[in-house]
T-cell receptor, first 116, second 109 residues
Framework: DAMVIQNPRYQVTQFGKPVTLSCSQT?????MYWYQQKSSQAPKLLFH???????NEADTPDNFQSRRPNTSFCFLDIRSPGLGDAAMYLCATRPTSGLREVNEQFFGPGTRLTVL | GQNIDQPTEMTATEGAIVQINCTYQ??????LFWYQQHAGEAPTFLSYNVLDGLEEKGRFSSFLSRSKGYSYLLLKELQMKDSASYLC??????????WGAGTKLIIKP
């Protein structure tokens, strides 16, 4: 089945120790998103890619970086995680052709990050 | 600024009907989504409205009034598994999703 896959599902890191979260998709969608979601809050958009064009949200901290080496894969790097970065990180994709589906975002299962 | 408002929490009884409201003010409008999110899981798609009116899909229906900046999600014949957060999100003029904080729905037997 075509899907959005995130690894790992649960990640524990130490304060200040770099961590990389990965997302892959078999949907061949042009657009990929990274969201941060804290408990009982709305998802917050960090970055998105339209193909290889990178778009950084204005209020995304410099501590967060992203890479998209090809259509299928996208990575979120947190250079020096702080306690406030503990959250669920959601990857989503969106096609840019098709009918209704062109506006729908397809979510991976998320990676829950714990910072000790 | 852009704003999505929905109640923080609602409680309903198994087998009953519940309506979750959402009002929005956004820069542009390319449709409104409802997502269901169980605790610790990713959001899953429920419905998409871009034209005024009611869209029905099984036990779930979603309504949109663009002139009022208003939508609701109607859940019928509630089941215990419907206990979750329900997020309203609007696709703005840049095709970015503007999210509400979600409504936590608690179903009681």
């Amino acid at each position: 089945d075509a899907m959005v896959i995130q690894n790992p599902r649960y990640q524990v890191t130490q304060f200040g120790k770099p961590v990389t979260l990965s997302c892959s998709q078999t949907l061949n969608h042009n657009v990929m998103y990274w969201y941060q979601q804290k408990s009982s809050q709305a998802p917050k958009l960090l970055f998105h890619y339209y193909d290889k064009d990178f778009n950084n949200e204005a209020d995304t901290p410099d501590n967060f970086q992203s890479r998209r080496p090809n259509t299928s894969f996208c990575f979120l790097d947190i250079r020096s995680p702080g306690l406030g970065d503990a959250a669920m990180y959601l990857c989503a994709t969106r096609p840019t052709s098709g009918l209704r589906e062109v506006n729908e975002q397809f979510f991976g299962p998320g990676t829950r990050l714990t910072v000790l | 600024g852009q704003n999505i408002d929905q109640p923080t929490e609602m409680t309903a009884t198994e087998g009953a009907i519940v309506q979750i409201n959402c009002t929005y003010q956004t820069s542009g409008f390319n449709g409104l989504f409802w997502y269901q999110q169980h605790a610790g899981e990713a959001p899953t798609f429920l419905s998409y409205n871009v034209l005024d009116g009611l869209e029905e899909k099984g036990r779930f229906s979603s309504f949109l009034s663009r002139s009022k900046g208003y939508s609701y999600l109607l859940l019928k014949e509630l089941q215990m598994k419907d206990s979750a957060s329900y997020l309203c999100a609007v696709l703005d003029s840049n095709y970015q999703l503007i999210w509400g904080a979600g409504t936590k729905l608690i179903i009681k037997p």
